[in-house]
């Protein structure tokens, strides 16, 4: 089984809900957590884990053998990124722009263009405890962080509950890296800004057509507007975590909020439970 914890904006207590019930799951079912919020992967300030294996990651991009290449421009006349640019002339390329699709490579009728790795980033594996642990991280400047999040989610192992971390928003990141998942927790807070944003978040994954719910995080800081707008959806609100100045301090700290409150744990296990239980019958 596969969760993806997301949210329509940052800050909403994503991180905390993700390494929570991964950290309470992994204590029963062997469990593994993905961080793919590669821009800012923070997941490893709180689980602490043990590194045992990094692994850089590339993307192709083009090599142009000028001896070879005749200046014809069908490669720029491909390219919808101008990675590579041909103006009747040797061709220009831009690495950071090329999203390693290969065309270039396969429309040159002089064979004059292979392709090279380019590192964007590593991708770290280890433990933290019995939970298994991946993380990416990106390249500072990078500006393309999906081929890192797909080479974070070939760590899925059918055997293992995959726990992943999803980018904040509702670009391109995050479409990556909860593409293919089995369910969608929705993490919001109940304000108006949490309230625009998770509809947003809402519409991205029916877009996708992914099972979700919503876990509304410091509760009671605002108003009942994301609990009326979840009834009218039909949306359902999986938990509600209260504002609760001992969490404020545990994450302040980069603890555990299940160490920190009595009883939390066993809520993330029934939340595990439940989704186990939706899922076995979806």
């Not at 991964?22 to 961080?35: E, K, M, N, Q, Y």
């Not at 429309?107 to 019995?130: F, L, Q």
């Not at 609100?237 to 504002?243: K, R, S």
Request: include cysteine; charged fraction near 25%.
């Amino acid at each position: 089984m596969q969760i993806a914890i997301a949210s329509g904006k940052g800050g909403t207590g994503k991180t905390t809900i993700a390494t929570n019930l991964a950290w309470s799951v992994s204590s029963h079912r062997p469990t593994r957590l993905l961080d793919c919020d590669v821009e800012e992967p923070n997941c490893h300030i709180f689980l602490n884990p043990e590194i045992e294996k990094t692994d850089t990651v590339g993307v192709p991009v083009p090599l142009v053998d000028t001896e070879k290449c005749t200046g014809c421009g069908k490669c720029g006349e491909l390219c919808q990124y101008s990675a590579i640019v041909s103006m009747k002339s040797k061709p220009l390329t831009f690495p950071e722009l090329c999203h390693g699709c290969g065309g270039c490579s396969l429309v040159c009728p002089a064979d004059a263009i292979t392709e090279v790795d380019r590192e964007v980033g590593v991708v770290e594996s280890g433990k933290a405890g019995k939970l298994k642990f991946v993380r990416g991280l990106l390249r500072i400047g990078e500006a393309m962080s999906p081929p890192l999040i797909r080479a974070v989610k070939t760590f899925i192992d059918e055997d293992l509950l995959t726990i992943i971390d999803a980018p904040p928003g509702t670009s391109c990141p995050v479409i990556e890296a909860i593409r293919g998942v089995d369910y969608v927790i929705l993490v919001t807070e109940p304000t108006p800004f949490g309230l625009n944003d998770l509809i947003l978040a809402v519409e991205t994954v029916r877009q996708l057509r992914i099972p979700f719910g919503v876990i509304v995080n410091r509760a009671g800081i605002g108003d009942q507007e994301v609990q009326a707008y979840c009834e009218k959806e039909k949306i359902p609100i999986l938990l509600e975590l209260p504002d609760d100045r001992r969490i404020a301090e545990a994450y302040s700290r980069g603890e555990m909020a299940v160490n920190a409150i009595a009883g939390l744990q066993d809520k993330f296990n029934s939340l595990y439970a439940e989704l186990a239980e939706y899922l076995n019958e979806y």
